[in-house]
């Protein structure tokens, strides 16, 4: 495997956390952390400040995201936000099927797939989560999980346009648990996800695709779980709300 092939991305998810002046204030302390690095960084910010978000990033290294997206371009659907919308912002990436709008907002793999392809069409990258429950862990079906979620997620989704798709493998039982998989279980599931990829693909196609793994990495534990060779980076939650926690995991990925 040969990571020079594809690009290392930190993301951090905020969650629903930092109001828009909360935002702008850690965006003011996560410029000068994170410039020069050696890897790309996206921040993921909630709905409200993605405006401040992207005005304070202009001229910077760092790219903004969403946290999701609706699969319709605009109709009666309260509450939801369009791929055009955030587009429109200046928005460039948005995450997709993350576990807990899986968990707590009835997103299924149908689902995941059409925000994905519709976050597409309007050009942004996609950040596409997928991972297994404690349970699912423990009755050993992991990989056939895995491999579902990947193949549902990408119906209809071009060879072309993976190159504007990203795959998160996030273990549900190791998010915002602080009990993050050792790196040779992220190993194994993140080859896993690209031997799904080169079927569907080809190797190129496959070699050539983030994978990023999530699921309480911090400072401590970057340097190990971005040393092996199928992780191509991480999806951050907790620890993306600390400058200096969310820069440390940065320059590890950068090294
Ligand atoms: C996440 O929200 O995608 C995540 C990985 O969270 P945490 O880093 O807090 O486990």
Known sequence: MDKAKRRTVIAGNWKMNKTARQAAELI??????VQGAGCDVVICTPFTSLPAAVEKCKGTNIHVGAQNVHFEANGAYTGEISAEMLTDLGVEYVITGHSERRQYFAETDETVNKRTR???AAGLQVIVCVGESLTQREQGVTEELVRLQVKIALQGVSAQEMQRVIIAYEPVWAIGTGRTATAD???????????????????DVADATTIQYGGSMNAGNADELLAKADVDGGLIGGASLKADAFAAIVAAAGK
């Open 185 to 203: 279980q992220a190993q194994e599931v993140c080859a896993a996800i690209r031997r799904v990829l080169a079927e569907l693909y080809g190797q």
């Open 28 to 33: 003011d302390a996560l410029i000068p952390a």
């Open 118 to 120: 519709a976050a597409l």
